[in-house]
């Protein structure tokens, strides 16, 4: 999540960077300000995927005892394949632009085994993604032959295309985390829905998606911000002399009214109060009942037919 924050921490100053790109291009013939912007957007991207790689690579002791998530690249899949600190990941089942659409998970405690396996003829994966319905929704998955990754939970089993090396380098972070911990008994429906307050049923709004994100705390906590943003730019604008600054942070000529301050400051502490309660948590809480839905309970697949992969029950064939 460090590299998604950091990007979030940029937003901010690459928007009053746009702002000013676009009046140096529109009021003074300027319009190199916006490749600077640009450029700077990059950048932006660019230093946050060089600190995942950093971070991530390579593979040692070191990074494997820590809890830092491990994105691991599939073999010919959109998918990627994520050791978190506590589960195994398999995410961005439609698309490689979203960082978890339809996100399957499998816990420490619901993982059963896992093994480097060598698939013989090309085969086709169905895993189950959580829907609001009392049907899951379905996704299915090539897998060519080669190396993967069988991995059995209690109610989830998947064959995830690897090439040799990343599938000994996932499998061994794979063994050295879950190393210790108790297997947990299978979930009812009913336990399940206890424990995240989300409830399977016919959901007028149709399925649920698991890429869903409470982008509406982001709104609420700028607004939240708004007097510490006001109290730390006046400040800023006495400490800098900025004619400017002090015109637009209630500042003229040097002056700070002295009721300002107090009502900035009594602001800024209780704005700050309302930002935990009513976006920090909020924000947790659904962290943590995204990772209930990632691993929802589902009856064990039917028996696997000859040819196929367990659970999808059929075999594609093979074009010439």
Known sequence: MWSVWARWASATGL???????????????????????LGMLLACWALGEAARLVVTRPVTAGLIGSKLEIPFPTRDLKARLCVRADRLVLDSLTSRRKRSRDVIAVPWAALRSIELVEVEQEM??????????????????????????????????????????????????????????????????????????????????????????????????????????MLSGMTLSLITGSARMQDQFYAHGGVVKPANVVVLGVGSIVFLYLLNRLVIKAFIQHMKVQDYIEAFPEPPPPPPKAGTVPGSGRKRKRHR
């Not at 702002?19 to 912007?37: E, N, V």
């Not at 998947?158 to 380098?169: F, H, K």
């Open 124 to 229: 086709v994966c169905q895993v189950l993604v959580f829907s609001n319905s009392h049907e899951a929704n379905a996704r299915e998955f090539d897998v060519r032959p080669g190396p993967a990754l069988h991995v059995i939970g209690t109610a989830r089993e998947l064959l995830i295309p690897v090439t040799e090396q990343v599938g000994r380098t996932a499998l061994a972070a794979i063994r050295a985390r879950s190393a210790g911990i108790e297997p947990e008994e299978p979930l009812t429906e009913k336990d399940w829905s206890r424990e995240t307050g989300v409830y399977r049923g016919d959901s007028p709004k149709g399925n649920y998606r698991t890429d869903g994100r409470p982008y509406i705390l982001g709104v609420v906590g700028i607004f939240l911000l708004m007097p510490l943003f």
């Open 15 to 37: 928007f009053a960077a746009l702002l000013t790109s676009l009046q140096l291009a529109g009021d003074r013939g300027q319009p190199s300000a916006l490749a600077i912007w």
